[in-house]
Structures are given as C-alpha cells and as structure tokens.
C-alpha cells in the first residue's frame, strides 16, 4: 500500500511563499510521475504542476513564473515551492503519483492566502 502524506500548507498573507512537501511511502517513487493539485472551493480539482521520472516539468498558466516542483528520489519526496501567492491560489492541495497501472492521491493539505 502507498500513502502519500502532505505537509507545509498554511495561512499566508499575498505575496509570500510556501512550500509543501509530499512524503511517499513503499518503493515505487522513482519511477512514478507526480503532480500537485489544487481544489478551491465550489471548483473542480486542477492541476497545478507535474514532474514526470525524467524531471520534465510542467504548470497550470496560473501558476508558471511563481510556482516550482522538484522532487528528491533519495528522500521519496515531491515538492512544490510557491512563491508570489495570491488569495486565489487558496485551496487545498493534493499530491498525486501515478503510472499506468495506479493513481494514488494524498490527504490534502490546506493553503490559505490573504489579501
């Protein structure tokens, strides 16, 4: 059984940064694509950027110029560093991992910004 366990969301004023992080159990990180994901509410879950096994990386319009994904293959961690938030970035945030043959999805972790 995979778990993915977010961390690091939390209230911050426009402007700032956060930066969450996504610790997944078992072994199959390496070779998984991963992404983060957001929900706000009354919308429909989006994705917000995604890092395949080879790094390539890629973002929601949204969120490119302001948001980082990286992830560390040693740590089994995914991470997503946002910078120059908005209040509309507010939402919770998921970690997904995927491959063709299974889609694991985190708890969440909520991220609030305030105006």
């Known amino acids: 059984q995979v778990q993915l366990v977010e961390s690091g969301g939390g209230l911050v004023q426009a402007g700032g940064s956060l930066r969450l992080s996504c610790a997944a159990s078992g072994n199959i990180f390496s070779r998984s694509a991963m992404g983060w994901y957001r929900q706000a509410p009354g919308k429909q879950r989006e994705l917000v950027a995604h890092i395949t096994s080879g790094y390539i990386t890629n973002y929601a319009d949204s969120v490119k110029g302001r948001f980082t994904i990286s992830r560390d293959n040693a740590k089994n961690t995914v991470y997503l560093q946002m910078d120059s938030l908005k209040p509309e970035d507010t939402a919770v945030y998921y970690c997904?991992?995927?491959?063709?043959?299974?889609?694991?999805w985190g708890q969440g972790t909520q991220v609030t910004v305030s105006s």
């Open positions: 997904n991992a995927h491959m063709i043959n299974y889609d694991y």
